[in-house]
């Protein structure tokens, strides 16, 4: 509460899909807010989805040019509404029970202008993820607030904000525009060390470190979303593979450790990518697992190996033995800044061989878990300061 007032609090985060780690992010953070004693509601801003197949193509045409000049470009998949609702079928009860109230969909900047304007909102948060990388968003200048009028008494306030990557994406306009939006802002925080730099070099803004939202909450917060675990589960003997990017040399890495550790290997992910082709032509194969099995996935398991941030999120979180198979094209620097907080820094490989790697090394938990309840009484610190001043 500010000054002993319940402030009313927009969360402005990517898209919620049908990325785990993106939802439960949002999930945490509207639930540590609410612990506060806010009201919060989520703000959705939307990709604006083109309406005939040649803009499509007309797109990824803009991004190819883009690539082969060396600037900024991102490549998303566009799926149509009723695409969307098939693959996120089984995700969709989680955001609807969980994740509201919320907005209604704003696919422009425009329109998230006017949702607001009829708000009344004490403050906004901006994070957490990867809010801050262009090619990632569906309007950078709007993770930055561009489109609050410099007087607006909102409060402006970022958490655990994501550049995504310790290289610059941003073209020179991005770069003095966002610096300048950002200026405006009460509170700026981010969630990789890398970001902090970041925020220094190009906006000449000192940004404070903290942690991201799913681990300031609890084991028993997750178990709460999940109910009793059977004993099957405790009993199980299984690596759970929790790949973004599937690739069959990481596939054979798996089931290498998984044998070393007489273990079988698991995965809850759709049995096809998402890539046109498939969602064209297969779309049942490319229906997500629920939020819940997702979860259940690290409860259960005995092992993870993972090229997923929030996969290494979440293995921590339930302190399983994990491996963490390095994503440059996603942003490797999330991965170090995250395991270096703990002292994990060897659990990201460095080759796909088991014979290199010291794979019989242990977590020490004890120290993992203390050092995770110091920095989370730290960011949330940060949070209730910044909602004060």
């Known amino acids: 509460m500010r000054d002993g007032i319940i402030m009313k609090i927009g969360i402005l985060t990517l898209p919620l899909n049908t990325n785990y780690g993106g939802i439960l992010q949002c999930y945490a953070l509207q639930s540590i807010l609410r612990r506060m004693g806010h009201e919060v509601i989520i703000l959705q801003r939307t990709f604006s989805q083109p309406k005939y197949s040649i803009s499509t193509v007309w797109y990824y045409c803009k991004q190819l040019l883009k690539l082969a000049a060396g600037k900024p470009y991102c490549f998303k998949l566009y799926v149509s509404d009723e695409q969307n609702k098939i693959i996120s079928q089984n995700i969709r009860p989680f955001i609807e029970k969980n994740i509201v109230p919320i907005s209604r969909k704003c696919s422009n900047t425009k329109e998230l202008k006017n949702e607001i304007a009829d708000m009344s909102l004490d403050a906004i948060v901006v994070g957490s993820d990867q809010v801050w990388r262009v090619r990632y968003s569906p309007c950078i200048s709007d993770y930055y607030l561009g489109f609050l009028p410099g007087t607006n008494k909102i409060k402006r306030i970022s958490y655990a904000a994501s550049f995504g990557t310790d290289i610059w994406e941003y073209s020179l306009c991005q770069t003095i525009n966002c610096g300048k939006y950002l200026r405006l802002f009460d509170s700026i925080s981010v969630r990789e060390k890398s970001g902090v730099e970041l925020c220094k070099k190009y906006f000449n803004m000192q940004a404070e470190l903290v942690l991201d939202p799913t681990l300031l909450l609890n084991t028993k917060d997750y178990d709460s ?64 697992p629920s939020i819940e099995e997702w979860l259940s996935s690290f409860r259960k398991a005995s092992m993870v190996v993972t090229d997923s941030f929030h996969g290494t999120v979440f293995s921590i979180i339930f302190n399983k033995p994990f491996w963490v198979i390095g994503n440059t094209g996603r942003g490797l620097s999330r991965f170090e800044s995250l395991l270096s907080l703990f002292g994990l820094q060897n659990r990201l490989l460095q080759s796909l061989d088991t014979k290199t790697n010291n794979m019989a090394d242990e977590i020490d938990w004890e120290y993992v878990n203390k050092m995770r309840l110091s920095l989370s009484e730290r960011s949330l610190s940060y949070l209730r300061k910044a909602l004060i001043h």
């Open 225 to 288: 979303l999940l109910g009793e675990c059977d004993e099957s589960d405790r009993q199980s003997r299984g690596l759970f593979c929790y790949m973004l990017d599937r690739t069959e040399d990481k596939m054979n890495f798996a089931k290498k450790l998984a044998d070393c550790h007489r273990m079988f290997v698991f995965e809850t992910m759709p049995e096809l990518e998402t890539t046109p082709n498939n969602v064209d032509n297969d779309i049942k194969k490319c229906i997500y």
